[in-house]
Each structure stands twice: as structure tokens, then as C-alpha cells.
């Protein structure tokens, strides 16, 4: 097989995109969906300055990498949940990548709000996952908010975002319908947050990782019965096998006809936002849902 683009040889193939390509045009194809996802949802500026939220798997570690080689002003953040052994490797990896790379990184451990996981897993009778990543959400937004960043940036790849997308229209959840998208911008007390790699796939990036020399973690949270939507990823992924490039003209599609419809809708039904009386984060409840945790952990009184 030959690189589409030099006609050396090739090392990937891309169905989805009907090509194939060898290490260095691999590397200018996936800059390039970067780019063209940053200039089509006018994601990013040169003078951004860009906080990324590091899990220390594939995504977010390709992402940063990426930005960072784009001349982007990046900064990491990693939260430290403090889950036996898989927090400990994660912070690792994170540390690891930033030194090798040269990229400023921050980590915020949660065990110092109070809100260790194994903790607060004790203490909930909803799915801890759930709660954490309301706590990582929370934490993000607040920490980029206090140190002056201008937009929060997150690795979620097209897999993420046509599995959130297809759950989202099994429910008609038309609340998450009308803002599911590579751009949140900034309001009501919540910085812009975008996702950048929307156009990727999981494979896309493990390769890209593996051709630039990103190591990274592969332990899925331990709490966790499974990847997050991993069925609706695997009805996808078979999709896509039969129809190549389904994946990308269905999320694309949505991004570009479907999502106006459920925008308008929402703007008539949209719920009013005010800020959580204890620490002035969003919400349409009394407290917001972080307080409200901490309340129930005796952090807060
Ligand atoms: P996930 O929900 O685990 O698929 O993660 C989605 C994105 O959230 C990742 O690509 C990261 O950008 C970010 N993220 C998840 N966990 C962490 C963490 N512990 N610290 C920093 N960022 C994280
Ligand atoms: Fe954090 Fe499962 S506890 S993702
Ligand atoms: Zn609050």
C-alpha cells in the first residue's frame, strides 16, 4: 500500500477517508483535521491562552501535543482523584508527557477539597462515575476561571462525540441536543470549552500517539462497569465498518443541519441560571451540584 499523498509507503489506511498515508503525512493529515475543526467552529485564537485538561490517556495527551506544536499558548491540568494505584499512574503518565514535551502543567488534587473519590464513592448512592465527572467539570471550569485562562480545551474524540450524539437522540433529550458540539462559549459564569479533536477517532489518535512517541495509560477507571456508551461505540463502530465515513457525515451533518432545530426549541423553554450562593458556580437549583456533594461529605457546613 502507498502514501496517497508522497507515494511512499504507507504505514496507516483510513478508510473512513479512503486513504492511506506514511508517518509524515499521517502526522500533516491529523493536524489538519485539527486545524479545520479550530477555523470551521472558531474554536481557538493565537492569543488564547489555552488550558487542557490531561487525563493521561490517548486523547488528551495527543490534543496537548498537538496545540502545543501548533504554536497554541498551552497550559496541562491534571486532576489527581486519588484512586488507589490508576490515579497514581495517571499523574505519572501526565508527568511524564509534560516533561519529555516541554509543556507547563498544573495538578489539582481533589483529595485537598475534600472530595477524594473512594471517599465520596461511600457516600453516594448514585454511580460514582457520574458523580466525578461532574466533580472534574466543576474543577476544570474553576480552576481555568481563577488562573485567567481564556478557554478550557478537552480531548474527546469523534467516537465520544457520535456515541453522546446518538444516545442524546435515542432519548430526544433535546436539552443536550441543542448544545452537544465542539463549542460551549463562554457565559453565565462558564468559560468557553471546545474539542478540538472531534473529527478523530480513538484509532486516529492511539496512532498518532504512537508515531510521535506519546506514551500513555490504558486503565480504564476502575469503578467503571465499561467505557462510557460502549454499546452504542461498538453499534457505531460496526456501522462504520460496512458504510465507511458514516461516522464523521452524521456528527458533521447534525453540527451543520440538525442542531439549529433543537437551539430554537430550547431558546423558548431555556431554564433561568444563577450562581450557587456558596461558591457562585452556575446553577438552576439552590446550591450547586458540588456543593451540594460537599455538604453531604461535612467539607462544607
Ligand atoms: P473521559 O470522560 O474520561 O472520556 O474524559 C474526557 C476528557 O476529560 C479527557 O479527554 C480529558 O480532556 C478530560 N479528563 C478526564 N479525566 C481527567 C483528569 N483526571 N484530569 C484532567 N482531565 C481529565
Ligand atoms: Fe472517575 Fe470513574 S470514578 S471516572
Ligand atoms: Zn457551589
Not at 462559549?185 to 480513538?202: C, I
Amino acid at each position: 500500500m502507498k502514501c496517497r499523498r508522497c507515494q511512499k509507503q504507507a504505514v496507516v489506511a483510513l478508510p473512513s477517508h479512503n486513504t492511506a498515508f506514511c508517518a509524515d503525512c499521517y502526522l500533516l493529515f491529523f493536524k489538519r483535521q485539527v486545524e479545520k475543526a479550530i477555523k470551521d467552529h472558531k474554536l481557538l485564537t493565537q492569543n488564547d491562552k489555552v488550558v487542557v485538561a490531561i487525563s493521561g490517556g490517548k486523547d488528551s495527551l495527543a490534543l496537548t501535543w498537538q496545540l502545543a506544536n501548533l504554536g497554541y499558548d498551552v497550559t496541562g491540568l491534571h486532576i489527581d482523584l486519588a484512586i488507589p494505584d490508576s490515579s497514581e499512574k495517571a499523574r505519572e503518565i501526565t508527568t511524564n508527557f509534560c516533561k519529555k514535551f516541554n509543556i507547563k502543567l498544573k495538578i489539582l488534587e481533589i483529595k485537598n477539597e475534600g472530595l477524594a473519590i473512594p471517599e465520596v464513592k461511600k457516600r453516594i448512592r448514585r454511580p460514582v462515575c457520574s458523580v466525578c465527572g461532574q466533580i472534574k467539570r466543576y474543577y476544570f471550569n474553576k480552576f481555568a476561571l481563577d488562573h485567567g485562562f481564556t478557554v478550557l480545551a478537552t480531548g474527546h474524540n469523534l467516537n465520544d462525540e457520535v456515541a453522546r450524539l446518538l444516545s442524546n437522540t435515542l432519548r430526544w433529550d433535546t436539552a443536550y441536543l441543542s448544545d452537544q458540539g465542539p463549542l460551549l462559549p463562554a457565559e453565565n459564569g462558564f468559560m468557553r470549552k471546545v474539542k478540538p479533536l472531534y473529527r478523530l477517532t480513538e484509532f486516529e489518535t492511539a496512532n498518532l500517539c504512537y508515531l510521535v512517541g506519546i506514551e500513555y495509560g490504558f486503565t480504564p477507571c476502575p469503578y467503571s462497569s465499561g467505557a462510557s456508551f460502549t454499546y452504542y461505540k461498538q453499534l457505531l463502530d460496526e456501522l462504520e465498518f460496512n458504510q465507511p465515513g458514516r461516522k464523521l457525515q452524521f456528527y458533521e451533518g447534525f453540527l451543520k443541519r440538525g442542531q439549529k432545530a433543537f437551539k430554537l426549541l430550547e431558546q423558548k423553554q431555556g431554564q433561568e441560571l444563577n450562581p450557587c450562593p456558596e461558591c457562585g458556580y452556575p446553577t438552576s437549583g439552590e446550591l450547586c451540584g458540588v456543593c451540594r456533594i460537599k455538604k453531604m461529605m461535612g467539607v462544607m457546613k
